[in-house]
């Protein structure tokens, strides 16, 4: 739905923008030529200088170009968002693909953006990012996009909630690297309330949550863990102790190659399921 979303926008906000250029041009020849006829004809009869007062000539003449900005600007920043849209979603994609890890956390990122700026009941949240040079991973970006939304939704749900009674600056990093040949890592922190030693060993179950009731349903990161694990046979897990927030740590091999077959099979699984 996300995908089929992003390119039914995607088509109507290009021509908006690939039009806004020649637009401003057009606008900046019209302003020209009225420079032009104020130049050798400065002298004009009651009428024209009646609606040149009305329209306050001066005003708009600086204010067009601005407002000229401020949709290029606007769809632009939609253009981003749609791309985002659909790097994050990517349905179409259920074989393992070759893919730019830093992209998928940029666009859940942005996807997450109006989460991460400033609300009325508290300060924006920081977002810090330590990008290694890592290759192309193969893995499924739509389902590994997922467990990246899931953890960076936690991390903000719960720097909201220490915020409730903290001044703190809430922070979020985000460091990635290439642990050896074969494995790359990324790592997903926060300084939020963190977690008591009871609660983390219970973090990946199915329908545990330390949110209060209402709030959380449990599942998230018991099928973020099954996604790591079991499609991609990495490993993650989770370092935290109370007051100093938590980390997720990510691990998973750079190619899939040697259990094509296994992802395969999981594959025509899941869809006859």
């Not at 903290?166 to 890592?185: G, K, M």
């Not at 100093?244 to 699984?269: D, M, W, Y």
Request: charged share 20%; aromatic share 6%; proline share 5%.
């Amino acid at each position: 739905m996300i995908a089929g979303i992003a390119h039914e926008i995607n088509n109507p906000t290009t021509f908006i923008y690939s039009n806004i250029v020649p637009l401003n041009t057009y606008i900046n020849e019209l302003l020209k030529l009225l420079q032009l006829y104020e130049h050798y004809y400065p002298e004009t009869n009651a009428e024209i200088s009646q609606f040149i007062t009305e329209i306050d000539i001066d005003y708009l003449r600086s204010d067009l170009p601005k407002l000229i900005d401020s949709m290029h600007a606007g769809s632009k920043r939609i253009k981003e968002i749609v791309l985002s849209l659909r790097n994050f979603s990517r349905l179409d994609e259920s074989e393992c693909k070759l893919v730019d890890i830093h992209s998928g956390i940029d666009s859940t990122l942005m996807i997450l953006n109006h989460r991460l700026k400033v609300q009325p009941h508290r300060c924006a949240i920081l977002v810090s990012k330590d990008y290694a040079d890592l290759p192309l991973i193969e893995c499924y970006p739509g389902q590994l996009n997922q467990v990246l939304m899931n953890i960076l939704s936690n991390a903000i749900d719960a720097l909201e909630e220490r915020m409730e009674n903290s001044s703190i600056q809430p922070h979020i990093h985000i460091l990635t690297q290439q642990i050896n040949p074969e494995t790359i890592s990324i790592h997903i922190k926060d300084n939020g309330l963190g977690m008591l030693e009871t609660q983390l060993a219970k973090i990946f179950d199915p329908f545990f949550t330390t949110k209060p009731v209402g709030k959380g349903t449990g599942i998230g990161l018991s099928i973020s863990y099954q996604i790591i694990k079991e499609k991609h046979h990495g490993q993650l897990e989770c370092l935290s102790t109370p007051g100093n927030g938590a980390e997720f740590i990510i691990k998973i091999p750079i190619t899939q190659q040697s259990n094509t077959n296994t992802l395969n099979t999981n594959t025509v699984q899941l869809r006859l399921e």
